[in-house]
């Protein structure tokens, strides 16, 4: 059974030796979270809350899964002490404002923190997530009669927030949206209309639930451009200190799920329910993005930490199981036969997960750096790499992570396959991080389209003359691997441009080659990253089986996973002509 186990060493390698973040916590005028004692305090004891609380309770609550009784949601046992004692303790304010009651602490450092929650109990993790979301919207978009109302509570955790965007008719395509606000007397608004998927939409975790639900206004024009934000809050009389909605919102079922069975998945119902428009009319889209970009982090956060609980718990099981013997010769005499990590398949598939998962965590720890740029000191140039590496993090990641989790099933053979040895249920769980917050075709899109062919290319140019230029600073040591990371760059640009010429002619060959050319990008980054990582660990403190093993992983990567993007250039160039067929012809 895989018992978690934070990976604090890397944590903290990728934090200090090779991203500086206390002499960036310094330049932000964070001068608490400089201390790097402090930092490292708060990781171990995120460690210490993931692997004791959290953990224990992931497998039990993906077999009780959630339940439903005249509308009211119960989260399995455990769910809510675990909640309650997340929020007095103080992480569900660390990094909000002290003037709302917050730490004040840095994006970036709660992102570490989601990843231990991610990796011990994904499910756990999606009640409190999508709160950090709601609160960065209104922080951004709402008036100040509404931030003085609401967000005191959701930052303490006392209440908890959702996003309300998906519709049974529309689920990516936001502008078929039916959902409807009519103005009332009062300067309130009337919501009515059903959204579902909607993650913590109902449960028993929080006093109260602070739905942001796009919908239109009698006169919105037609498409995106036409839909709205509105706060609506389950309950309007906090006073009466109850659960029970006085809003007329409802909950009529709970999705039965493929995975995070213990996180409750909604059908919310809205019947003339008071809402209270948050940005401009019709500017709604915009203000979802602001908590949606987070979001879509930390879906790619979700992969690889699901990918995280996998690793150890295959590595654990092939250092154990005995299995054959080594084709070079007897590895362990005094036993029957071999531990099975001796064998090169095995071998392969943990480095592969290893390889995969400390490389998405340096990308998702370096992003959030970018995110405190961005938040913090309005860096601009850091806004633009930021939007750009959004997607590669959302959707390489979680094609990543769910990758590195098929592998942990593979190295228990069998055992991966049953139920009791909880890997099946990290298949099932990461399944869902290639779909939400955008699937990821949805993701390769706005990668290729929006943030590269639209933007002419400044923002990927940005990036790929940043990658060759640390590439070129690395140790002498490193330079065979630079050099590949230098030549990829390059061609990453160059396929960028022939991608763009042929969307000159036919527009569908940008469709046709997005998810692979993200891929192409994704490993590319994640080469990058590991590169870098590499030529930290050289000059750092740690220790000499910890420089070995980011040495090995690193060649590893270079030799086995960066090579993929060779396929991936063949799958760009072959174009969108090989996807005609005859049997996609519309008859309408």
């Not at 396929?567 to 760009?572: C, D, N, V």
Request: net charge negative.
């Amino acid at each position: 059974m895989p018992q978690y186990r934070a990976p604090t060493e890397d944590m903290q390698f990728v934090m200090h030796d090779w991203l500086n973040m206390t002499q960036h916590y310094q330049e932000l005028g964070m001068e608490e979270a400089a201390d790097k004692e402090l930092v490292n305090a708060i990781i171990e004891e995120s460690a210490k809350f993931s692997s004791e609380v959290l953990s224990p309770i992931n497998y039990p609550g993906d077999q009780t899964g959630c339940k439903i009784e005249n509308g009211k949601v119960t989260t399995p046992e455990g769910f809510k002490e675990a909640y309650k004692q997340y929020c007095e303790s103080g992480w569900s304010a660390l990094a909000e404002p002290q003037e709302l009651g917050g730490q004040g602490l840095p994006y970036s450092l709660s992102l570490v923190t989601a990843e231990m929650s991610s990796s011990a109990n994904t499910s756990w993790s999606m009640y409190p997530g999508l709160t950090h979301g709601a609160i960065s919207a209104l922080k951004h978009h709402a008036t100040d009669e509404l931030k003085a109302a609401y967000l005191p509570q959701l930052v303490s955790g006392v209440w908890t927030g959702t996003m309300c965007l998906t519709e049974p008719h529309c689920g990516s395509d936001l502008g078929l949206i039916k959902t409807k606000a009519e103005p009332a007397e009062d300067g309130s608004y009337k919501i009515t209309g059903s959204k579902i998927f909607i993650s913590a939409g109902e449960h028993d975790m929080s006093d109260n639930i602070i739905h942001l639900v796009l919908a239109k206004l009698p006169d919105a024009p037609d498409g995106t451009k036409g839909i709205s934000l509105f706060l609506v809050p389950k309950i309007l009389n906090t006073e009466n200190n109850t659960t029970e909605t006085d809003n007329a919102v409802t909950c009529s079922a709970i999705e039965h799920k493929m995975g995070i069975k213990a996180s409750a998945t909604c059908v919310i119902n809205f019947e003339e329910s008071k809402g209270y428009l948050i940005g401009q009319p019709h500017n709604g889209l915009m203000c979802m993005f602001t908590m949606m970009n987070k979001a879509r982090l930390a879906t790619g956060v979700q992969g690889y930490a699901i990918a995280e609980l996998s690793r150890q718990a295959s590595l654990d099981y092939a250092k154990n199981r005995l299995q054959m013997r080594s084709l070079s010769g007897v590895k362990a005499p005094d036993k029957p036969a071999d531990p099975i990590i001796v064998h090169p398949d095995v071998k392969r598939m943990l480095l592969t997960q290893k390889a995969l998962t400390e490389g998405c965590r340096g990308l998702a720890y370096y992003v959030a750096k970018l995110v405190d740029k961005v938040e913090y000191q309005n860096d601009l140039e850091a806004g633009r790499i930021l939007d750009l590496l959004t997607p590669i993090c959302k959707a390489f990641m979680s094609e990543a992570g769910f990758e590195s989790t098929n592998h942990g099933v593979q190295v228990l053979g069998g055992h991966g396959y049953i139920a009791e040895w909880e890997l099946e249920q990290q298949v099932r769980d990461a399944r869902i991080t290639l779909i939400y917050e955008g699937t990821n075709g949805i993701q390769a899109l706005d990668f290729l389209g929006r943030k590269i062919l639209r933007d002419q290319g400044k923002a990927l140019t940005q990036w790929l003359t940043e990658i060759a230029t640390a590439a070129q600073q690395v140790d002498e040591s490193l330079k065979p691997l630079a050099e590949k990371v230098m030549w990829y760059a390059k061609e990453c640009g160059e396929l960028a441009q022939g991608i763009g010429m042929s969307a000159q002619k036919d527009m569908d060959e940008v469709g046709a080659a997005a998810f692979d050319f993200l891929m192409y990008a994704g490993y590319l980054t994640v080469g990058h990253v590991l590169l870098q990582q590499a030529n930290a660990v050289l000059s750092s403190q740690q220790s000499d089986d910890f420089k070995q093993s980011k040495l090995q992983t690193t060649a590893f990567y270079f030799a086995r996973i960066l090579p993929r993007v060779k396929t991936h250039k063949a799958l760009i160039q072959s174009g969108n002509a090989v996807l005609e067929c005859r049997e996609f012809d519309l008859d309408i």
